[in-house]
Nanobody, 122 residues
Framework: QVQLVESGGGLVQPGGSLRLSCTAS????????IGWFRQAPGKEREGISC????????YYEDSVKGRFTISRDNAKNTVYLQMNSLKPEDTAVYYC???????????????WGQGTQVTVSS
């Protein structure tokens, strides 16, 4: 059932940066909006960003606005999440998911990955 693959997570100090990548294992992403989600220990999964299928529209949760940037390169079949000015509260497992449109990205995803761990700590 795992159709997407996230990578790029790791341990970073507060104020640092990471770039996460999301790619499909066996299909192309160009027909899908892609959302990024995170789940911290003891918390519900949180939708934080979404990009439309062609990259023309982007959406951000208030908690990450101005710090995170979502982008995509359909020629490389990859969606990115550039994370700057990281805070300890950003620590979570980060997931990407494919959606019919960003209007639905917090409701359900058609395909998901297994996540990549991001830890922000000194």
């Amino acid at each position: 059932q795992v159709q997407l693959v996230e990578s790029g997570g790791g341990l970073v100090q507060p104020g640092g940066s990471l770039r996460l990548s999301c790619t499909a294992s066996r299909f192309t992403l160009d027909g899908y909006a892609i959302g990024w989600f995170r789940q911290a220990p003891g918390k519900e999964r949180e939708g934080i960003s979404c990009i439309s299928s062609r990259g023309g529209s982007t959406y951000y949760e208030d908690s990450v606005k101005g710090r995170f940037t979502i982008s995509r390169d359909n020629a490389k079949n990859t969606v990115y999440l550039q994370m700057n000015s990281l805070k300890p509260e950003d620590t979570a497992v980060y997931y990407c998911a494919a959606h019919a449109a960003c209007r639905w990205y917090k409701v359900r995803g058609d395909y998901w990955g297994q996540g990549t761990q991001v830890t922000v700590s000194s």
